[in-house]
């Protein structure tokens, strides 16, 4: 019993990790990756689909992002998601291929995106720590069903309390690894 909510807890903490570093990617740092453009949405044939799945994404140096439609009739429609998206680039297009470059950063700007990773990494603590709170509400349940002792109560709750930290540390490394890429010029 307190080993499932136990696997339990430290799935659902694990999802809110990934989580954390999934949003984390979509902070942009000045460098051009892929992902960067996955959760852009494109209109094709009446249904939004990812951008990754009506073109080849790849990157043609370390600043530019090629986005290489499958269909021509394509290419204008992936150009003004790029734009309209919430990530202020400004994609060219060359013929059926659209080069997305990175502009640099400026010192307010990184400023900004600091706090912006800030607040992300506070929502995983807080996320990891309500996981907690409802990890020891189920052991105090099944103590007070009397499906487990207290002693057996007490070992589940400093189970949890040592998945929390190991998360919550996992988090602020995540967090500082993030810092220093936006301080990096």
Not at 21 to 26: E, P, R, S, Y
Not at 56 to 63: G, Q
Not at 71 to 100: C, F, H, Y
């Amino acid at each position: 019993m307190i080993a499932d909510l136990k696997k339990d807890t430290e799935t659902r903490m694990q999802k809110t990790l990934e989580a954390l570093k999934t949003d984390l990617m979509k902070v942009r740092t000045g460098r051009a990756h892929t992902g960067l453009l996955d959760h852009i949405q494109v209109d094709y044939y009446g249904s939004l689909v990812p951008v990754n799945q009506v073109a080849n994404v790849s990157l043609s140096d370390a600043r530019t992002i090629a986005v290489q439609p499958y269909e021509k009739t394509m290419v204008g429609k992936v150009e003004k998601a790029i734009r309209d998206s919430d990530l202020g680039l400004n994609p060219a297009t060359n013929g059926d291929q659209i080069r997305v470059p990175m502009p640099m950063l400026t010192e307010e700007r990184r400023k900004d995106l600091i706090k912006v990773v800030r607040t992300e990494a506070e929502g995983a603590r807080v996320s990891t720590r309500n996981i907690r709170r409802d990890a020891n509400n189920d052991l105090k349940n099944l103590l007070k069903d009397k499906e487990i002792s207290e002693d057996e109560e007490r070992r589940g709750q400093e189970e949890v309390q040592k998945l929390t930290d190991k998360y919550i540390a996992e988090v602020d490394k995540a967090l500082a690894e993030k810092e220093k890429e936006l301080l990096t010029v």
